[in-house]
């Protein structure tokens, strides 16, 4: 039956960030704008000397901090006449952001106690508005826009997604179709959450350097009073220098390829049946340009509790391939289909955990890569594509070559016996990667292991849990660099070696007879942004039990041919047969 839209808005959300909203906008218009208004004012003001009548730095204490200002009286002469003055900077008041009072205090001690004069700046259209010291403290400012960006950023954000309301479908009575419960699956056309990503990396982006850039300025106070530690407090400023990069990334990717609309073909996706689609590019078509395009089913779930929870993502099922590609009246048309087998989880409304089906779209090009996420309705049924007729698990662009399980295995054939060798080093990069992340977990442990001398028990036992992930993670990536696995079939039996270092540390055998089946086994996935890379196993199961064949397949396509390789080579289908008969 046909929904309809409504747009629910939260009146709570928006009170709640009223507040906040009010505590940024107060900081920008009383403190922020005032200074920049006094400062562009005094940039003109003429400089006459001035005799200072008193002059000190004035502390305040309390129980978590030290503040410091300074206080002055000084006399100076405007065309004959005197006057006289004790506003010292632009800002007045107390602070302790850098060495500014200090050291505008001790110099004008020094300058009263040898009666040495010193310059003041006057309004020439009201002689009695000076200041000794007109420059901007940059310092303090972007300190004070933290609270701008961190309060005003949140309360304005939770003000407008509370006024914006939510768009929710409402399904009538008696209605079968959950996927027109989420309006921007209605029709058919799916946007990509392109542009959403570029607003977010143009706001995390912002909003992390205004909150570290500040932190540059008192990098000199650091290094003198803590040396190297200054290059640590460094690190933030240059991760606001990534993430501006991240997003005028983003941006030039937006400006070149545009919204591209994708169309579902079938509508919904079908579980049991094919998904598929195509794409709208904003660019001029070239056939021989490869879009690698990845189908993912995932479970979305929050784990922890409290302030510890978080979202993280597990991919359930994969495939890859690349789509067709033919010239459209406004650019590129990209054209995908796989056939999904049954048995997999659909597509569920978003709560703590869920499943939801992901579609990336990649194509290497110069200058600014097309990279493309979509969120696509996928639900159990037989529907094929109606348009598409080519799958993309078997279309190769131009200059590739076609999948086949013996181009996807280390293999060499000698007579009937055939050898499938993965040698060390093969991911050293990823294993790396997994030594360094341990190294942190067991440093962190070594760190909390020596401050346990001073705070106790619940330190001793924290370091021993860091200490423990750490080395068991650090062992993992050691197995991953230096593990090789030696695959032979020689035509009556199949032996599997896997050794350390070169030292054996498993060794199976099995006769084919006595190979119940040959199956896929996921080995494991890795997260980049919204995209995921997934490992597949394949393995035999025997009476003794499993022997892994092959590894490092990063599709289910790919897995399937290798599973018809091996049981076409150890004749696993026709033994099947004979026993069914």
């Known amino acids: 039956m046909p929904s309809t839209v409504k747009t629910e808005k939260s009146w709570l959300l928006a009170l709640f960030g009223l507040p906040f909203f009010c505590i940024g906008a107060g900081f920008l218009l009383f403190s922020i704008v005032p200074t920049l208004h006094d400062a562009a004012r005094m940039a003109s003001w003429p400089e006459t000397p001035g005799t200072l009548l008193q002059a000190q730095i004035v502390t305040s204490h309390s129980d978590d901090s030290t503040t410091y200002g300074v206080k002055a009286e000084y006399r100076y002469n405007v065309d004959g006449r005197d006057y006289r003055g004790n506003r010292v900077a632009i800002n007045t008041g107390n602070d302790n952001v850098g060495d500014f009072q200090q050291s505008l205090g001790s110099r004008l001690e020094n300058a009263r106690i040898n009666n040495q004069t010193v310059s003041v700046w006057y309004d020439p259209s009201n002689p009695a508005d000076a200041v000794l010291n007109r420059d901007i403290r940059w310092g303090l400012l972007g300190f004070k826009l933290i609270f701008v960006v961190a309060f005003g950023g949140a309360g304005f954000a939770m003000i407008y997604f509370g006024l914006r309301g939510a768009k929710t479908a409402a399904i009538r009575a008696g209605g079968t179709k959950p996927w027109l419960q989420r309006p921007e ?57 990534g ?95 796989f056939e999904v087998p049954d048995g997999l989880p659909s597509s569920e409304e978003h709560s703590d955990n869920y499943h ?70 093969r991911k050293p990069l990823s294993a790396f990667a997994i030594m360094l992340f341990g190294g942190i977990f067991s440093g962190v442990g070594v760190f909390l292991w020596k401050q346990a ?101 990063n599709s289910h396509s790919k897995a399937k041919l290798v599973v018809d390789y091996f049981e076409k080579l150890t004749e696993l289908k026709d033994t099947q047969a004979l026993s069914a008969a």
């Open 453 to 553: 001398t001073q705070e106790g028990f619940p330190l001793n036992l924290m370091s021993g849990i860091f200490g423990l992930v750490g080395s068991l993670i650090v062992l993992s990536g050691l197995y991953a660099l230096f593990n090789s696995l030696h695959v032979r079939f020689d035509g009556h039996s199949l032996t599997a070696v896997r050794r350390i270092l070169g030292v054996p540390v498993s060794n199976k055998t099995s006769a084919y007879p006595l190979i119940r089946s040959i199956e896929i086994k996921q080995n494991g996935s890795s997260q980049s942004g919204s995209t995921h890379h997934i490992d597949y196993q394949i393995i035999a199961k025997t009476a003794s039990g499993t022997i892994v064949l092959a590894e490092g397949l």
């Open 185 to 241: 699956w209605q029709g058919g056309i799916i946007q990509s959450n392109a542009k959403t990503g570029m607003y977010f990396a143009w706001g995390f982006a912002v909003f992390w350097n205004l909150i570290s850039t500040p932190t540059a300025f008192f990098i000199p106070d650091i290094w003198r009073e803590k040396g190297a530690l200054a290059l640590l407090v460094l690190l933030f400023p240059c991760v606001g220098l």
């Open 356 to 425: 939801l089906w992901r579609l990336n779209i990649h194509g290497d090009m110069p200058g600014v890569d097309l990279k493309r996420s979509f969120e696509i309705p996928v639900y159990p049924g037989k529907e094929k594509s109606r348009r598409i007729t080519t799958l993309s698990t078997q279309h190769q662009p131009s200059g590739h070559v076609q999948s086949r399980a013996d181009a996807l295995l280390p293999l060499t054939r000698t007579g009937s016996r055939v050898d499938i060798y993965y040698p060390m080093w």
């Open 243 to 337: 993430l501006l990069f991240w997003a005028i990334k983003t941006t030039l990717e937006w400006k070149r390829f545009g919204a591209t609309p994708m169309t579902i073909d079938p509508f919904p996706g079908a579980i049991g049946g094919d998904v598929g689609g195509e794409l709208l590019v904003n660019i001029p078509c070239q056939p021989s340009t490869a879009f690698e395009v990845t189908l993912s089913c995932i479970n979305s779930y929050i784990s922890g509790r409290g302030e510890d929870r978080s979202r993280s993502e597990k991919v359930i099922w994969q495939d890859q391939g690349y789509a067709e590609v033919h010239p459209s009246m406004h650019g590129t048309r990209l054209q995908y289909r």
